[in-house]
């Protein structure tokens, strides 16, 4: 349990960065990296994409709740509030 939190915390540092300008073909790559993590530890991880969208949408979840953060007024709640 504790390794997989490890792998998921290397694989997501700065992912909000980089992954987003990662092409097709490195994506697959990484995702084969996750796999094989996946045989060696021997328990199911998440995908790089289900890692990315959880760090971006924790990041922007820190930034609209930081009134000092220079992007804070980017985020514009929805009128649900949400």
Do not use: Y
């Amino acid at each position: 349990m504790e390794a997989d939190s490890t792998i998921e915390s290397v694989l997501s540092s700065c992912i909000h960065i980089w992954f987003g300008n990662c092409n097709a073909f490195e994506r697959k790559a990484l995702q084969r990296v996750v796999r094989t993590a996946e045989k060696i530890m021997g328990t199911p991880l998440s995908s790089i994409q289900d890692i990315f969208s959880k760090r971006c949408l924790s990041r922007t979840i820190s930034i609209t709740k930081d009134f000092s953060h220079p992007h804070h007024g980017l985020f514009a709640l929805l009128p649900s509030g949400k």
